[in-house]
């Protein structure tokens, strides 16, 4: 007899990986559907990487409240995992106090501690390079940063090592109610589940025509950025925000645990596209003088765009009313990261109805190794019990091939160049892969014994390499 499923979660980004994880953690039985060939390859992937305190949302909103409890929750997961969340705080600049009274005065409603209104003078003695114009900001001190797309695949490993399924590269073609149960079809077989969670980001609304539930209107916003080389890593030491606008948090600026800096996002009306544009590029670098001096654009390893989902002012996480047993969570823009423990939290207790805290036996993952953060010693010892820890592949962030191949041998193997990237930083760094991509998807096609010709970066049919190999 097929296995049945307690939940269903379409969706491995944050918000879904979150929920899956800590519903296999409780104890039930549960099931990540993602279209794409890994997890976190839509939103989660691509975003400033901010935790943030919870001073600018709506009081109220589901957005505030979501964002204070989660930024509360961050430490703990992290760590559990094994991800580095690096609390570095959060300045908004400006020249208009009151504005950045009145952010003072919702972080204050919306319950957020440790928030500070500074003059220039307090603003220089952290942030030297702040532009002439610039008088007056805000303090947050509880605003972390964190890896966003190895937090996702933590969470999704996690999931998987205390007993739950992952249905990668999964088309959907539908899903219909038979007795207590769902019977989802797909392009790998059938599911069966007695209840659905929708978190499927920009796919929201095709998951919710296939189970014939609430469909919303969707705004996509583009957000582009650059990527500072690791040299530029000190120019701030902490996120630096403009004061916001209708149009979002503004283009900021902010280290991330990696040692790079962001400078981004844009935000406009766009398609669902991941592209970057001359017209974004040049709007984030006529915006960055009038916050910050010396921001050194010349120093860009990569540009980059995400895009949100947006279905209005708020979040929609609600269980459907057209059908029993399914949850609709659409529109989960910024701040969707920071907020990921605290929907689940609030997902699995209120909309489910179900038992939230992990069992005493809850397993956890092995985080990954990078042996970067090791002492020399450590690193010696581990490179004489195994040499291909000393095998440096990719130079520029001091990559081994041990470390490679550790971080394909995992709970959820990556089968994409981009999936070893997100896992353990190989062609991340100066060079963005122009010297160790070749050698990065021999050791993948070797481990998952695959032809080298088979390889992709990161979707379907976009191989790396093509044409006549010449037997190579
Ligand atoms: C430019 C930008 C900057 C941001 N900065 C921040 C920030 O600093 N801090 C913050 O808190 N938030 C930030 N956010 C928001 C944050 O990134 C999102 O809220 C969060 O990643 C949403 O996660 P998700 O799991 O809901 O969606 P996603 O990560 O998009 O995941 C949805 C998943 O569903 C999958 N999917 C789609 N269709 C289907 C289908 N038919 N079947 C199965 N799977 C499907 C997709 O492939 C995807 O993996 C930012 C967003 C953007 C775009």
Redesign the pocket.
């Known amino acids: 007899m097929q296995k049945v499923y307690d939940v269903a979660v379409?969706?491995?980004?944050?918000?879904?990986?979150m929920i899956f994880s800590d519903l296999s953690r409780a104890g039930y039985k549960a099931v990540l559907?993602?279209?794409?060939l890994d997890?976190?390859?839509?939103?989660?992937?691509?975003?400033?990487?901010?935790?943030?305190a919870g001073f600018d949302a709506k009081p109220n909103t589901l957005k505030a409240i979501l964002?204070v409890r989660g930024n509360k929750m961050y430490p703990a997961v992290c760590k559990r995992l094994g991800v580095k969340l690096k609390n570095c705080g959060a300045f908004v600049v400006g020249d208009n106090l009151d504005a950045v009274k009145e952010l003072y005065n919702r972080g204050m409603q919306n319950g957020v501690k440790n928030l500070f209104v500074l003059n220039r003078k307090e603003l220089l003695s952290a942030l030297p390079n702040i532009s002439d114009n610039i008088t007056c900001g805000l303090f947050a001190k509880d605003a972390c940063i964190v890896d966003?797309y190895l937090l996702?695949i933590c969470l999704a490993e996690e999931g998987v090592v205390n007993g739950g399924a992952v249905a990668l590269d999964?088309?959907?073609s539908s899903v219909i109610k038979k007795g207590n149960a769902f019977e989802i079809s797909g392009s790998r077989g059938k599911i069966l589940a007695r209840r659905i969670i929708n978190?499927?980001?920009?796919?929201?609304n095709?998951?919710a025509s296939l189970i014939g539930s609430e469909q919303y209107q969707t705004e996509f916003r583009r957000?582009e950025?650059y990527v500072l080389d690791n040299s530029e890593g000190n120019i701030v030491p902490s996120t630096v925000f403009p004061l916001p606008t209708k149009a979002g948090k503004g283009v900021l600026v902010t280290p991330t645990v990696d040692g790079n800096i962001l400078v981004?996002?844009t935000s406009y009306e766009s398609d669902y596209d991941t592209k970057t544009t001359d017209f974004g590029l040049q709007d984030i670098r006529a915006k960055v003088p009038l916050m910050l001096k010396n921001v050194n654009l010349s120093k860009t390893i990569r540009v980059f765009?995400?895009?949100?989902?947006i279905t209005g002012d708020d979040f929609i996480i609600t269980n459907s009313k057209k059908v029993e047993n399914v949850c609709n969570?659409a529109g989960?823009?910024?701040?969707?990261?920071?907020?990921?423990p605290a929907i689940s939290e609030y997902v699995i207790k209120k909309l489910l109805g179900l038992e939230y805290k992990a069992k005493a036996d809850a397993v956890k993952i092995k985080p990954y190794l990078r042996l970067k953060d090791l002492s020399i010693t450590a690193q010696n010892k581990l490179i004489k019990q195994n040499p291909d820890y000393g095998k440096i592949v990719c130079k520029c962030e001091g990559i081994s091939v041990g470390e490679i191949v550790d971080a394909i041998n995992r709970p959820i193997r990556p089968v994409t160049m981009d999936g070893v990237k997100r896992r353990i930083r190989a062609g991340m760094g100066r060079c963005q892969g122009g010297f160790c991509s070749d050698k990065v998807a021999r050791i993948l096609a070797k481990e998952n014994k695959m032809k080298i010709e088979d390889v992709v970066k990161e979707h379907k049919g976009g191989y790396y390499l093509f044409g006549d190999l010449g037997g190579r």
């Open positions: 379409f969706g491995g980004g944050v918000v879904g990986a559907i993602e279209k794409e997890v976190a390859t839509g939103m989660s992937k691509a975003n400033s990487g901010l935790v943030h964002n966003p996702t999964y088309q959907t978190c499927a980001g920009a796919g929201y095709d998951i957000g950025y981004g996002p765009a995400g895009v949100r989902v969570i989960i823009c910024s701040p969707g990261l920071s907020c990921a």
